[in-house]
């Protein structure tokens, strides 16, 4: 299905703060997490500190792209306007293999076939000119 | 050791879908919390602390309806369907402190006929603290509402543990089995079979829609005092032996958690249980904070009425319904009586632990467990005893 991207009428992130950078840098087709330049402990969602050492040193650093599914529900019924005509769709939780975890979708494979443990990797998707979210696709095991 | 306070009031609205209550948010909150007061013997110039529900009132608009002109303690607690419970624990510390004499916690909303329940975060973000979390990194991807977010948790059980659809279809049709004996429950004459609940559509897999909560227009309250007070008004007081709340961590971002059933409820049963000097053992009825079926199961595990991962095997074959070894929400909970945010589950406890459950009654029930959960998994706890 062709969308212009012009007419996406999906929730957005706003771009805010530690929040922009992360899907900056998704625009730029890169998946960074943060990581603890004391420690070394990868963080998601973008937080100010490190909660394990209490470093305020950081840095953006580049992410595998890869990752395995920990879980994911099928969503029947859109219990949200924007996503009345998707269903059904499969939000997923991916588990990188820098360890954090992200709340994604994975574009080729059907709800009905996903798996625990499911080997996917990062697919970018421009769903405007500003924003790009990380997808996921799978990926050879 | 804290002295023990007391619950003296019990007030509820009827609980009703179509056409509506025809009242607004506040106004049913005002009778649900005018009848608590007046169950409780006292007036509202005598209520001098309030504990609103976070997100659907503010305590000077209740008391400026409900004449509290010597309003000393006012307090939110920012935990979703968890906060009535949580301000149990913090109401029994008002009192015993002396900052109030006697605590208002209220609680309801127009669910069915107003906003629904499950528009509540899309609709505003700030009506949960991890509400921008959700926006920036959840609502694009349709993660947009709690069953969604929850049954996340529930598929990794069944992964993890082997939990089986039949085992949360047990949870639902053993709700809508006391229903029928609840005159005021939405779901009363409308018997639920396994097979039905098996057979009812998915709506975020693995959630069907007979395990999900009911939205509801409905309001409840309870008045909380001390335990001196309680023995002055002459009415049947019901102790709060313990209470106590506790968040996940992190409590704003639910996916990146080590160990995602270690929810609040991880951290206040324990502490609970060990102040009031009981075993779970020794609990006769628990009304659990049932907003999703695996919900009930996850929380029976984390109070220790049963191992983490046997949740499944313990629901089943009638355990959890009246005349079984633990009946829980015998009026029927949040899936079959009415979504009033768990207040109703203090109110059914209050109602059992003083003989006047009717035909529901459990039987020489003396003590009771009440949960509450909300947000991401923010949990609460109050034990009671007659």
Same mark, same amino acid.
């Given at each position: 299905m062709s969308e212009d991207s012009r007419d996406y009428e999906h929730p957005l992130p706003e771009l805010e703060g530690l929040t922009?950078?992360?899907?900056?840098?998704?625009?730029?087709?890169?998946?960074?997490?943060?990581?603890?330049?004391?420690?070394?402990?990868?963080?998601?969602?973008?937080?100010?500190?490190?909660?394990?050492?209490?470093?305020?040193?950081?840095?953006?650093?580049?992410?595998?792209?890869?990752?395995?599914?920990?879980?994911?529900?099928?969503?029947?019924?859109?219990?949200?306007?924007?996503?009345?005509?998707?269903?059904?769709?499969?939000?997923?939780i991916v588990e990188m293999d820098e360890g954090v975890r992200l709340l994604t979708q994975v574009t080729d494979v059907a709800p009905e076939a996903l798996e625990i443990d499911m080997p996917v990797e990062v697919a970018f998707e421009a769903v405007t000119p500003e924003i790009t979210l990380p997808r996921f696709r799978r990926a050879a095991s | 050791?804290?002295?023990?306070?007391?619950?003296?009031?019990?007030?509820?609205?009827?609980?009703?879908?179509?056409? *509506?209550?025809?009242?607004?948010?506040?106004?049913?909150?005002?009778?649900?919390?005018?009848?608590?007061?007046?169950?409780?013997?006292?007036t509202g110039?005598?209520?001098?602390?309030?504990?609103?529900?976070?997100?659907? *009132?503010n305590a000077e608009a209740f008391a400026a309806n409900l004449g509290?002109?010597?309003?000393?303690?006012?307090?939110?607690?920012?935990?979703? *369907?968890?906060?009535?419970?949580?301000?149990?624990?913090?109401?029994?510390?008002?009192?015993?402190?002396?900052?109030?004499?006697?605590?208002?916690?209220?609680?309801?909303?127009?669910?069915?006929?107003?906003a629904r329940v499950r528009q509540t975060v899309s609709q505003d973000v700030s009506s949960l603290p991890g509400g921008a979390i959700a926006r920036d990194y959840y609502l694009p991807y349709g993660f947009t509402a709690p069953p969604q977010w929850y049954s996340v948790m529930a598929r990794r059980h069944m992964h993890e543990f082997g939990t089986k659809p039949e085992q949360l279809g047990c949870i639902a049709v053993a709700m809508r089995r006391h229903a029928q004996l609840?005159?005021?429950?939405?779901?009363?004459?409308?018997?639920?079979?396994?097979?039905?609940?098996?057979?009812?559509?998915m709506l975020a897999d693995p959630y069907r829609f007979f395990d999900c909560c009911i939205e509801t227009d409905g309001a409840a309250a309870v008045v909380v005092t001390s335990a001196e007070r309680a023995r002055d008004l002459g009415k049947h007081p019901v102790t709060i032996m313990a209470g106590a709340a506790g968040q996940p961590y992190p409590a704003d971002e639910m996916t990146n958690r080590k160990d995602i059933f270690r929810t609040g409820l991880s951290l206040a049963a324990p502490e609970a249980f060990r102040k009031a000097g009981i075993e779970p053992s020794d609990v006769d009825f628990a009304q659990i904070y049932d907003c999703f079926t695996f919900e009930v199961l996850q929380q029976l595990e984390e109070i220790g009425?049963?191992?983490?991962?046997?949740?499944?095997?313990?629901?089943?074959?009638?355990?959890?319904?009246?005349?079984?070894?633990?009946?829980?929400?015998?009026?029927?909970?949040?899936?079959?009586?009415?979504?009033?945010?768990?207040?109703?589950?203090?109110?059914?406890?209050?109602?059992?632990?003083?003989?006047?459950?009717?035909?529901?009654?459990?039987?020489?029930?003396?003590?009771g467990v009440v949960t509450g959960w909300g947000d991401f998994g923010d949990g609460s706890i109050a034990i009671l005893r007659r």
């Open positions: 922009r950078e992360f899907y900056d840098f998704c625009k730029q087709g890169t998946l960074h997490f943060q990581r603890c330049s004391s420690c070394r402990t990868w963080r998601h969602v973008p937080r100010e500190m490190c909660a394990e050492c209490g470093s305020w040193d950081w840095a953006w650093v580049a992410s595998t792209g890869r990752g395995r599914i920990f879980s994911w529900t099928v969503v029947a019924r859109a219990l949200h306007p924007a996503f009345q005509d998707d269903t059904p769709y499969a939000p997923v | 050791m804290t002295e023990p306070a007391c619950i003296v009031g019990i007030g509820e609205t009827d609980y009703v879908r179509k056409p *509506g209550s025809g009242m607004s948010a506040l106004g049913i909150q005002l009778l649900a919390a005018s009848r608590a007061i007046d169950d409780a013997g006292l110039k005598q209520i001098d602390g309030i504990m609103p529900f976070p997100n659907l *009132g509290c002109e010597n309003l000393r303690f006012a307090s939110i607690i920012h935990m979703g *369907g968890a906060a009535p419970v949580a301000s149990l624990r913090d109401a029994a510390a008002a009192v015993n402190s002396g900052a109030a004499n006697y605590v208002l916690i209220p609680g309801g909303w127009n669910g069915y006929s107003g609840n005159p005021n429950a939405v779901m009363r004459g409308r018997a639920m079979t396994l097979e039905d609940y098996l057979a009812s559509p009425f049963c191992e983490r991962g046997e949740g499944g095997p313990f629901v089943e074959g009638g355990r959890i319904e009246l005349g079984g070894e633990l009946p829980v929400n015998t009026h029927g909970g949040l899936l079959s009586e009415a979504h009033v945010l768990g207040i109703n589950h203090i109110v059914e406890s209050v109602r059992q632990l003083r003989g006047d459950a009717g035909e529901r009654q459990v039987r020489d029930a003396e003590i």
